[in-house]
């Protein structure tokens, strides 16, 4: 079974970051990264993830 993930973040960094813990489960994820808001939005919609990492500030909106 493959489990989706969306990454939402700004900070290439911070994206690194969770892609490395997520490394050893990288047979089983499938995986899509945004830094703005307004991709993510769009990208929701299409991709539907079945668990997000969401940062808290992205620019100047909020990931709430």
Known sequence: MEISVAIVEDE?????R???FLEPFGDRLKTVTYNAV???LAGMEV???DI???D????DK???
Do not use: K, N, W, Y
Request: aromatic share 8%; charged share 15%.
């Open 56 to 59: 808290v500030m992205i620019g």
């Open 12 to 16: 290439q960094h911070c994206t690194d």
């Open 18 to 20: 969770i892609l490395s």
């Open 52 to 54: 997000l990492f969401l």
């Open 62 to 64: 909020t990931g709430f």
């Open 47 to 49: 991709e539907r993830p």
């Open 38 to 40: 307004e991709t993510a």
